[in-house]
Every structure is written in C-alpha cells, then in structure tokens.
C-alpha cells in the first residue's frame, strides 16, 4: 500500500481483516497534516463506522446539525439534518483523523512504515527510502493527487502531462471564532467564486476550518489571483459576521489541487496488479471537491476486487457507480456555474421543510448522487436511513 490517507488506510484495513499480509508505506510520518476543508459527509461517517472508528478517538471531531447556505444573491437558509439518528456531517482535523484511521490499520495487523516514501516502482516491486525494495503481489497506489507511483509506472498519459486538478483550494484555521463559526457549518456561494463556494466548517474547541475553492477553468481569475482573493473574502461583511471580530487565523493558509475525473482515469496497471483508489484515481465529486467519502470507497472496492482475485471488477465498480454520480454532479456544477443557476437551484433547496431536509441529506452524501439512475444500488431504507453511529443501533 502507498499512501496512508484515507484511501489506503481502508484498502489496507479491508485486506488485513480478510487475513491478508499488508504493508503499508507513506513518506510523511503520522500524524500529518493534509490540506482539506475537513467535512465528513454521510457516505464518508458511513464507511468510517464500518472500518471501525470511533469518533472518541479523533480530538478535534465535532459533529454538524445543520448546514447554512449563502446564495449568490444573499439569501441565507439553514438546512437541517435528521435529529436523533446518528451523524449526518462531521467535522475533524485530517492530522487526527487520519492518525487514528492508521491506528485502526495497526490494530487490524497492518505493518505501517510511515516516514518511508516510496521512490521507484517497476511493476509491483517499490523501492522505499530506508527500507529498500519491497515487492508484493499486488500494490495499491493511495498517494494522492500527485501520485508518484503513476508516473514511476508511466501510468500518466499525453491527456494528464502537465495535469493541475479540475480544482484547486485554499484552506485557513482559525480560532476564537464566533458562536456561529464554532458551532455551525457555512456555505456560501459567491457570485465571483461560481461554481465554486467559501466555507466555515466548525471544529472542536472555539475553532473553525475556513476556505475556498475554485474550478479551474470554469474560473475568470487565475489560480494565481487566489492569495489577493483570500483576504478580500475574509474582509467581506457576511462572512465576518460569521467568524467573528476576535477570530484569528492560526497558521499561514495552504492550498492544493482536486482532482475529480475518476471516469477518464486509468485505475489499474501493471496487468491490474497495480490498482489507483482515492486522489491518485482522480475520485473528488466534481461539484463539491469533497474527497474522503470517495477515497474510502474506492479504497474498499479496490481491496474487495483484490480478494476476489479480480481486480479487473474494480473499474467496472467504478463505471456503474462513482462515475454516474460524478457526471450527475459535473452537469450539476455547469448549472451552479451561472449567477441564476445557482440561485434557481437554492430556492428550490429552500422552499419547504422536505426539501430542506432532503437537499441536505443529498448534498451531504446520505445516498449516491445518482442513485435513481443506477438500480443496482438500490436498498431497502437506502433514502430513509439512519446516520452513522445512529443511537438505535448502540454504537458510540
Ligand atoms: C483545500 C481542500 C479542501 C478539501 N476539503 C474537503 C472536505 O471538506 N471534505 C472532503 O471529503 N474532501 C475534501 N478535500 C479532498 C480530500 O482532501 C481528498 O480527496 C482526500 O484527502 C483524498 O484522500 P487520499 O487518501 O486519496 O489522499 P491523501 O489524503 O492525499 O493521502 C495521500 C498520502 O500519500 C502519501 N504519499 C505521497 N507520495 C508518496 C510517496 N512517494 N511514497 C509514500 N507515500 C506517499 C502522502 O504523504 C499522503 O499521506 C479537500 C481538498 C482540498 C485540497
């Protein structure tokens, strides 16, 4: 396994359970901060529970109610998670979630070799830095956008030569932020920012992860033009009433690309002994960014096709499930893309208590994107289900 993100920590976790050997090797040592927005949808909250974590052992988790959306016209809604069945959306610093997701890798049998960055590949053999070659039977590729373990392979094609992500984000914590800031999640839908948004996702302890994201291309300011952007939307009233006067960033800001094109992706090598899951897939939802949710999924579905002594099933996975859901969300990001689009599109959200409920249960990932047009994934209680850790099912 290369890379103990998300993506390879539940491949790993998934393979070591069914009483396979597993390595798994990363350059940075743990726990490492990742530039993220750090929200955990439904579908992410989903499979963290399935993999065995519990929300204790992540310091900084902090569970959401309800998510609060700015249109580009300035109309504000609040759209409410179900009460009283588990979480819908969450909040926690990737430094401690990913630590704990690995100490759930460690505790399933995973040999961790953190610190150890992997720098050569020929097929399934890796050289890695202070260790020396190490080869398996098959390898995981969970490195990330810039997956050096697709170029050792010569995996990156003419298309993907020079490739920067469909987008690329900024991110900022702050503390002493205000009530809202601390305890709500925000959204807020700039008209210069279309189709991307600015976010304030509350933390733990009076502190918030503040940032934006842009879609590259679909953007009249270059990527450049994002660090002059960064403190004009900071200064913009709304969005200070929401942090607050006393709020104060902690860090200076990162940004990093988002890659989300999983269906024009080449996601095995090496005669399918290699497999590509998480940011090195290219699996983000083209319309949010969002990367956890996808990153375990296909972690997951990669190491099951690895069981089933089939990895050729893993692309066909994806194709008949993530790749629907993310062309629907690509057409949708297009609509989002217009002043009016985007306006249209929260007003419905917005309009009765049903929507309301639904428009944040859809956007947060409770059930696929385009689960009307994909039948196979149909499932009893699949739109009326709890959250994860629900109460009635005694979980923490
Ligand atoms: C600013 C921003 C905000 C975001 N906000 C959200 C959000 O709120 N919610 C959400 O769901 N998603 C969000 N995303 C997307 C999300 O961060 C990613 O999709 C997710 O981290 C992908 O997980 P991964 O495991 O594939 O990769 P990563 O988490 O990037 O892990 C890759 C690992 O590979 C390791 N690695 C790299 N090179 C080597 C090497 N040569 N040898 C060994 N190891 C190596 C790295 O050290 C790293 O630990 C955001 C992204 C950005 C940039």
Request: aromatic content about 8%.
């Amino acid at each position: 396994m290369v890379g103990g993100g998300p993506a390879g920590a539940a491949a790993a976790i998934t393979l070591a359970r069914a009483g396979r050997d597993v390595v798994l090797v990363d350059k940075a040592r743990f726990p490492r901060d990742k530039c993220c927005g750090d929200g955990l949808t439904t579908g992410a909250l989903r499979r963290l529970e399935q993999l065995g974590l519990r929300p204790d052992a992540v310091a900084s988790w902090h569970v959401v109610e309800d998510v609060w959306v700015r249109s580009p016209s300035g109309r504000t809604a609040c759209f409410p998670f179900p009460r009283d069945r588990g979480t819908f959306g969450a909040v926690a610093r990737r430094a401690d979630l990913d630590a704990a997701l690995l100490d759930v890798a460690r505790a399933a049998g995973v040999k961790v070799h953190d610190g150890h960055a992997v720098t050569g590949a020929t097929g399934t053999d890796l050289e890695v830095e202070g260790i020396g070659t190490v080869s398996a039977q098959y390898v995981i590729g969970a490195d990330g956008m810039w997956s050096p373990l697709r170029k050792y392979l010569g995996v990156t094609d003419e298309a993907e030569r020079g490739y920067l992500g469909e987008w690329h984000a900024f991110r900022q914590y702050f503390r002493d932020v205000a009530e809202p800031a601390a305890t709500q999640l925000w959204v807020w839908f700039e008209p210069d920012l279309l189709p991307g948004y600015a976010w304030s996702f509350p933390l733990a302890d009076g502190r918030a992860n503040v940032g934006f994201g842009i879609q590259r291309g679909a953007h009249s300011q270059p990527t450049s033009a994002m660090k002059d952007q960064w403190s004009d939307l900071l200064a913009r009233p709304h969005i200070r009433a929401v942090l607050g006067e006393n709020a104060q960033p902690e860090a200076p800001h990162k940004a990093w690309p988002i890659p989300a094109r999983v269906e024009r992706t080449d996601l095995t090598a090496a005669g399918g002994r290699v497999l590509f899951v998480g940011d090195a897939a290219r699996a983000t939802d083209p319309m949010t960014g969002e990367g956890i949710g996808q990153a375990l999924e296909t972690g997951v579905l990669a190491a099951e096709s690895i069981l089933a002594g089939n990895t050729s099933a893993y692309p066909v996975a994806i194709r008949r499930g993530l790749a629907v859901d993310n062309r629907l969300a690509g057409a949708l990001s297009r609509v989002l893309a217009h002043r009016k689009g985007a306006r249209g599109a929260l007003r419905i959200a917005a309009a009765t208590p049903w929507t309301r409920r639904n428009f944040a249960r859809w956007l947060f990932e409770d059930y696929p994107r385009a689960v009307l047009a994909t039948p196979h994934r149909w499932a009893q209680h699949a739109l009326t289900g709890d959250g994860a850790w629900s109460p009635r099912t005694g979980q923490p």
